[in-house]
């Protein structure tokens, strides 16, 4: 079969496509046939050399598959497999949780330890088969097609815990969202309209306004580096926005988020993009404030399963930039580097340049 | 009657002592006679100048009467007073609550805009009569002495709020405590015992470890400056303790906190005593361990009512360092002043020098 694999860390020029093994299936196996796959940053990450190890995580293998998104079809299953037959549409779970690592246990399966990462310590989905255990699959509803599963289920079910738990934000609620037009925040954005929640969107490009605006935006400003705090403030109520949410890492966005911040409100902390350098936070301000600050990391299996369910609804649309054939993989990542991006890379591992 | 005021700010010898007249009553208005009144940390900045003016509150006037705290006996009601008759034993609320500010609406009736604060913008506690809205008592339980409950009111209704509200702690959890010396640590210490929650008290001070002890500390860690997360750790679960409270302002005490935290655990920050410096936060630290850090400031009147409750159930035990006349005021302040105080130092302003 064909699929994407990496030997060791660099540039574009160590993703190799090529022939490989069918993988095996064991008791508990299910073989998916994959119809559609992402490409995400964490794919650069990995390929770079880039992703720190976490407690209680195993260090990364190689070689390795990368991807973290599949779907597909059921081709083959374990003898053990009660949940799935062959047929069944399914996406691949993004996170699995250890049900029985202490996280889980305390209610954090985003935050799993001992369970194996697909396109981190796991074979990923840039393949034409892949198998996994069952527990790492999910069926997907009849509305659902498999490539708005694979392109929704990493960024939607992480903007879904961030709006759903994280945030704490109710109905009409004001939220200041930074980081609009990357994949999370275009996620976030759909996620927040369905919620009534009002966003606040904040870019350093006027080109990207009607774009947000389009995405469900209530309001965006236009930064300019002089009174920002005012020109987000018009669009709050007195005291201040509800809510904020921060997908940069950059500590002026973060110095932003808390000087708009109304009393008793909340500040998301969802992205090291910046380097995981530090929040400019005081104790003041925690005082002034009574400021909710909480960092975001994943998704919950219930979060993934309220997106893929919101996508048999009909309800979200997760933008798909392009759809590229899976040997196309270089041109793939080049693309996703370059910044330009809007919406989901996937991957057809059975298309043909077009 | 016998008062303290001052009439401009600086040290104690701004702290006058003397006869003044009996403070008149409006139609909603309660007249208290004083049995015990506290001297707080808050008098002390107040005296020499210290306290910022937060946003949406008035500035503060001179001459004034010190004394956030004052329980006693009602000795007359204005006529349009319903809540109270003359005899009520009653404390006085040190954190009234405006109901029509829009924080209040939002449940945060703790950080209350356009309301005046006893001891800060109308007068305080120090004199043998205080009048104020009825708005501004609460009657007291048979159960609750007048001198526990002023001494009780401030410190441990702020702990409770941060217990209550602000830690979300659950039976059972490892809470760690910086700055359980002081009055909040210690009013901290004795809610926390009866939530069930399993206290590591740190302190700089050997001599400090028996009476942490003593007051409900699990666990007391003596801090060396080496190893000390590590000392923490062994008291804490496999992932770190679930939650820790700071009063210290320290950015190394508040360091201590995060690394020892466990992964979806959450950090209090209820002091500016450092001066309202920078938290030691990265973002990296906010995904890590998806950490809640909440800031906290004052209490609700559901505190308030509540640690009444309790006193009056003979639940918890302020700790009462001495009592002192009200002609002592000066003593009182210097003696405050010098960090040896542990428990609440009470004025009776009644009283001789025996």
Sequence with gaps: MKAVRIFDHGGVDKLVYGDF??????????????????????????????????????????????????????????????????GDRVVGLVHPANPASAL????????????????????????????RPESYWMKLPSGASESAAAAALWSYSTAHRILADRLGAHL????????????MGSATLDLAELMGLRVIAVTRSAQKKA???????????????????????????????????????DP??????????????????AAVEGGGGPVPLTTRDCLRLEINLRGARASTLNDQRCVIDLLGQGKIEPA?????????????????E?????????????????
């Design 104 to 131: 889980t246990v305390r209610g954090f399966g985003n935050l799993s330890t001992e369970i194996e990462y697909p396109g981190h310590t796991l074979f990923g989905g840039n393949a034409q088969f892949v198998a």
């Design 172 to 183: 009409g609620d004001s939220v200041l969202l930074i980081g609009a037009s990357g994949g």
């Design 21 to 86: 093994p069918m993988p095996e299936i064991g008791p508990r196996d299910v073989r998916v046939q994959v119809t559609a796959t992402g490409v995400s940053l964490w794919d650069i990450k990995y390929r770079r050399g880039e992703l720190p190890v976490l407690p209680g995580r195993p260090a990364f293998p190689m070689p390795m598959q990368l991807g973290r998104d599949a779907a597909g079809r059921v081709e083959a299953v374990g003898r053990d497999v009660t949940a799935f037959a062959v």
């Design 211 to 249: 774009f947000l605006e389009a995405r469900g935006a209530a309001a965006v400003v236009v930064l300019s580096g002089k009174d920002d705090a005012a020109a987000v403030r018009a669009y709050a109520d007195q005291l201040g926005v509800d809510g904020a949410i921060d997908y940069s890492g």
């Design 252 to 269: 002026t966005m973060l110095k932003l988020a808390i000087d708009v911040l109304r009393p008793g409100g909340t500040l998301v902390v």
């Design 338 to 354: 370059s910044g330009t991006v809007s919406g989901r890379i996937l991957l057809d591992p059975w298309g043909e340049r077009s």
């Design 320 to 336: 798909i930039h392009t759809v590229l054939p899976l040997s196309a993989i270089g041109e793939a990542h080049t693309l996703l």
